[in-house]
């Protein structure tokens, strides 16, 4: 009952050609995999040294020095791997391969005899290993680098990659676990879970998948471990002095028992991932009842309009239900991206389009906010609400940069990025044998074998600057299969046509279920309605009461100071505004822009020196508004932006 129903189309299965997401992936290939290598070996001009690639070679022996950078430096050169991994199956690039290949070599070079694999202990001393897996993340790089080995194999066939990982796994749970004599641990930054998972379904190895279940199942077990551990070896607990003590690390009471998000929000939602992964191997109907319960308090409680994720800069984590402040907000880009994780597994087993409608709102405005239009900047926190100079002056808003980043000490998020929008064709289609999901629209060309027989089907469309999408079907051989089109929860209409003839399109779980005998050249042309709409927030919380959002399909949109001048607290919307849609081919790439009326708190009266005077009623003067899709903010001239606009 909970296995998973479906599994991801390979990215070497879909060619993306559409406007949109096509640029996405070939400024992923052409500009930021380079551009990463280049930070990585800490060659770019005003950015943070990286360290992570001389880590390695000092680790193997090949230079002297010292480790520098994070703890887990490692993984960013894993999630990089992963992102060229993804590349290499939908454009192959010898070159590129060669650098990838060279790079596991480094990695394989600085392998411990028994498998052990962390620069950091390498560098600083063996003897300490596993003796601060709270903080010090071997078990977080484990993860990743199993992550990007297992994508690595996929992509080339190459067990180079994957053997060093295996050979990681095998050393981890010959020293972790309940058994005599070995430590009773578990990972502080949770990832290893999910990717033991990925693991699992490669080398049918057993214990990959137990010592995944290990982690979920002893995690906040009383007597908590984490307490033993800082007892043991003299370690300390930041967060033991905060309200959230270890449920930081949602390691204060066992999983089971959990049905709210807390703690450090990548954290969370990987974890989450982790939970459902072994849920669905293992028939754990427990395990997925509590992943149902932290997902509804996520999405209904705790989740901003962008599907960003984590409220407060403190511990980078949720708060309590309700809070959702939009000029403090941390939102980490990699918050956004695990979310996506965690809501296509849980997608996978249930086949509930509630699940993609959070992965589409966070993708389009939650992550791709993240990374500037020419793929050479980043921003780590996403923010609704931005006064550049209260982000230089307001040390409670210091962690809010009013433009992203070239590169950070920290670089997790960049190469998410680049590994989550490499594989994007495997969130966009997944299948079965009888079955095909579409869950994004893109346009390409997807390749696929259902029932034993080859089909071509070509997916032609505009989204998300509109809501038609034609689909056509080739094949050589009829086929029996259902095609399952997402209506997104945002469209209120829609209209759907198999060669030319309307057939009714009514949801269930939110798809529409086509199932027919497929004939060469029979072609589907879904409509979906994209007007622009405003959306309000539940009253409790605070920050946006008498505030609406403008939404249009599944993108956010925001006043920028570039098109509605400064003091943009000062702009409302009227009650029911006329909007007016434009697409701009030559703005930020091209955007769909909405212009709408609006008016201005008036400042006659307040030319004067006066902070405060007697109240007088409100005064207005009309402005015409335009607003511009979220994701894109501060690509032209740095200036304030807020998503959210009085009414």
């Given at each position: 009952?909970?296995?998973?129903?479906?599994?991801?189309?390979?990215?070497?299965?879909?060619?993306?050609?559409?406007?949109?997401?096509?640029?996405?992936?070939?400024?992923?290939?052409?500009?930021?995999?380079?551009?990463?290598?280049?930070?990585?070996?800490?060659?770019?001009?005003?950015?943070e040294?990286?360290?992570?690639?001389?880590?390695?070679?000092?680790?193997?022996?090949?230079?002297?020095?010292?480790?520098?950078?994070?703890?887990?430096?490692?993984?960013?050169?894993?999630k990089?791997?992963?992102?060229?991994?993804y590349?290499?199956?939908?454009?192959?690039?010898?070159?590129?391969?060669?650098?990838?290949?060279?790079?596991?070599?480094?990695?394989?070079?600085?392998?411990?005899?028994d498998?052990?694999?962390?620069?950091?202990y390498?560098?600083?001393?063996?003897?300490?290993?596993?003796t601060?897996?709270?903080?010090?993340?071997?078990?977080?790089?484990?993860?990743?680098?199993?992550?990007?080995?297992?994508?690595?194999?996929?992509?080339?066939?190459?067990?180079?990659?994957?053997?060093?990982?295996?050979?990681?796994?095998?050393?981890?749970?010959?020293?972790?676990?309940?058994?005599?004599?070995?430590?009773?641990?578990?990972?502080?930054?949770?990832?290893?879970?999910?990717?033991?998972?990925?693991?699992?379904?490669?080398?049918?190895?057993?214990?990959?998948?137990?010592?995944?279940?290990?982690?979920?199942?002893?995690?906040?077990?009383?007597?908590?471990?984490?307490?033993?551990?800082?007892?043991?070896?003299?370690?300390?607990?930041?967060?033991?002095?905060?309200?959230?003590?270890?449920?930081?690390?949602?390691?204060?009471?066992?999983?089971?028992?959990?049905?709210?998000?807390?703690?450090?929000?990548?954290?969370?939602?990987?974890?989450?991932?982790?939970?459902?992964?072994?849920?669905?191997?293992?028939?754990?109907?427990?395990?997925?009842?509590?992943?149902?319960?932290?997902?509804?308090?996520?999405?209904?409680?705790?989740?901003?309009?962008?599907?960003?994720?984590?409220?407060?800069?403190?511990?980078?984590?949720?708060?309590?239900?309700?809070?959702l402040?939009?000029?403090?907000?941390?939102?980490?880009?990699?918050?956004?991206?695990?979310?996506?994780?965690?809501?296509?597994?849980?997608?996978?087993?249930?086949?509930?389009?509630?699940?993609?409608?959070?992965?589409?709102?966070?993708?389009?405005?939650?992550?791709?906010?993240?990374?500037?239009?020419?793929?050479?900047?980043?921003?780590?926190?996403?923010?609704?609400?931005?006064?550049?100079?209260?982000?230089?002056?307001?040390?409670?808003?210091?962690?809010?940069?009013?433009?992203?980043?070239?590169?950070?000490?920290?670089?997790c998020?960049?190469?998410?990025?680049?590994?989550l929008?490499?594989?994007?064709?495997?969130?966009?289609?997944e299948?079965?044998?009888?079955?095909?999901?579409?869950?994004?629209?893109?346009?390409?060309?997807?390749?696929?074998?259902?029932?034993?027989?080859?089909?071509?089907?070509?997916?032609?469309?505009?989204?998300?600057?509109?809501?038609?999408?034609?689909?056509?079907?080739?094949?050589?051989?009829?086929?029996?299969?259902?095609?399952?089109?997402?209506i997104?929860?945002?469209?209120?209409?829609?209209?759907?046509?198999?060669?030319?003839?309307?057939?009714?399109?009514?949801?269930?779980?939110?798809y529409?279920?086509?199932?027919?005998?497929?004939?060469?050249?029979?072609?589907?042309?879904?409509?979906?309605?994209?007007?622009?709409?405003?959306?309000?927030?539940?009253?409790?919380?605070?920050?946006?009461?008498?505030?609406?959002?403008?939404?249009?399909?599944?993108?956010?949109?925001?006043?920028?100071?570039?098109?509605?001048?400064?003091?943009?607290?000062?702009?409302?919307?009227?009650?029911?505004?006329?909007?007016?849609?434009?697409?701009?081919?030559?703005?930020?790439?091209?955007?769909?822009?909405?212009?709408?009326?609006?008016?201005?708190?008036?400042?006659?009266?307040w030319?004067?020196e006066?902070?405060?005077?007697?109240?007088?009623?409100?005064?207005?003067?009309?402005?015409?508004?335009?607003?511009?899709?979220?994701?894109?903010?501060?690509?032209?001239?740095?200036?304030?932006?807020?998503?959210?606009?009085?009414?």
């Amino acid at each position: 009952m909970f296995e998973k129903k479906l599994k991801p189309v390979a990215p070497d299965h879909m060619k993306i050609q559409d406007r949109f997401w096509k640029e996405y992936m070939e400024l992923i290939r052409n500009h930021v995999i380079p551009y990463q290598w280049e930070a990585l070996n800490d060659r770019i001009e005003n950015a943070e040294p990286s360290y992570c690639i001389q880590n390695f070679r000092v680790a193997a022996g090949l230079e002297k020095g010292t480790f520098q950078g994070m703890v887990f430096q490692d993984s960013d050169v894993y999630k990089w791997l992963e992102a060229v991994a993804y590349s290499l199956m939908w454009h192959p690039d010898e070159e590129l391969e060669k650098t990838a290949d060279e790079t596991i070599e480094l990695i394989g070079k600085a392998q411990q005899p028994d498998g052990y694999l962390d620069t950091y202990y390498i560098i600083n001393g063996l003897e300490k290993r596993f003796t601060n897996l709270m903080d010090h993340h071997e078990l977080y790089c484990l993860g990743h680098m199993t992550e990007a080995a297992v994508a690595y194999y996929k992509a080339t066939g190459k067990r180079r990659f994957l053997d060093i990982a295996i050979g990681y796994a095998d050393c981890v749970y010959d020293h972790l676990g309940m058994e005599d004599g070995k430590i009773p641990g578990y990972p502080g930054h949770e990832v290893a879970e999910m990717a033991l998972c990925a693991l699992y379904d490669i080398t049918k190895d057993e214990k990959h998948l137990k010592l995944a279940k290990y982690f979920i199942d002893q995690r906040g077990q009383q007597p908590l471990f984490f307490d033993q551990e800082c007892e043991k070896n003299g370690n300390k607990c930041f967060w033991d002095d905060t309200y959230m003590q270890k449920q930081y690390y949602q390691a204060g009471k066992p999983v089971r028992d959990q049905d709210k998000a807390e703690g450090h929000a990548v954290r969370a939602v990987y974890l989450y991932s982790g939970m459902a992964e072994v849920a669905a191997r293992t028939e754990d109907q427990e395990l997925f009842a509590a992943c149902e319960k932290l997902w509804e308090n996520i999405v209904n409680r705790q989740m901003y309009v962008t599907g960003a994720i984590g409220a407060t800069e403190h511990g980078e984590a949720f708060t309590f239900d309700y809070d959702l402040p939009n000029d403090t907000v941390y939102g980490e880009t990699c918050a956004a991206i695990g979310l996506i994780f965690f809501a296509r597994r849980m997608f996978e087993i249930t086949k509930d389009g509630k699940y993609a409608d959070v992965m589409e709102r966070a993708l389009y405005n939650g992550v791709i906010s993240g990374m500037s239009l020419d793929g050479k900047s980043f921003f780590y926190v996403n923010p609704l609400e931005v006064v550049p100079e209260a982000c230089e002056k307001d040390y409670h808003k210091r962690h809010v940069k009013p433009v992203r980043q070239k590169w950070f000490g920290c670089a997790c998020c960049p190469p998410n990025i680049a590994r989550l929008l490499s594989s994007l064709a495997g969130y966009a289609f997944e299948e079965n044998e009888h079955e095909l999901y579409v869950n994004l629209y893109t346009g390409g060309v997807l390749n696929t074998r259902k029932n034993g027989r080859e089909n071509q089907i070509t997916f032609e469309t505009d989204y998300p600057w509109n809501g038609q999408v034609k689909i056509t079907i080739e094949n050589q051989e009829d086929t029996e299969f259902t095609l399952a089109l997402r209506i997104p929860g945002w469209c209120s209409s829609c209209s759907l046509k198999i060669n030319g003839e309307e057939v009714e399109a009514v949801p269930e779980k939110g798809y529409v279920l086509l199932n027919k005998v497929w004939k060469n050249e029979d072609n589907i042309l879904l409509e979906m309605d994209m007007p622009v709409r405003l959306v309000e927030a539940n009253p409790k919380v605070r920050e946006d009461i008498g505030k609406a959002a403008v939404m249009r399909g599944p993108l956010v949109y925001c006043l920028e100071e570039a098109d509605n001048g400064p003091q943009l607290q000062q702009i409302y919307l009227k009650e029911e505004p006329k909007f007016c849609t434009e697409f701009q081919p030559e703005l930020l790439k091209g955007v769909v822009t909405i212009k709408a009326e609006g008016k201005r708190v008036s400042s006659h009266g307040w030319e004067g020196e006066g902070l405060y005077r007697t109240y007088t009623g409100k005064q207005f003067e009309d402005a015409e508004l335009k607003f511009i899709p979220y994701y894109a903010w501060t690509n032209r001239t740095p200036g304030e932006m807020a998503v959210w606009v009085r009414v």
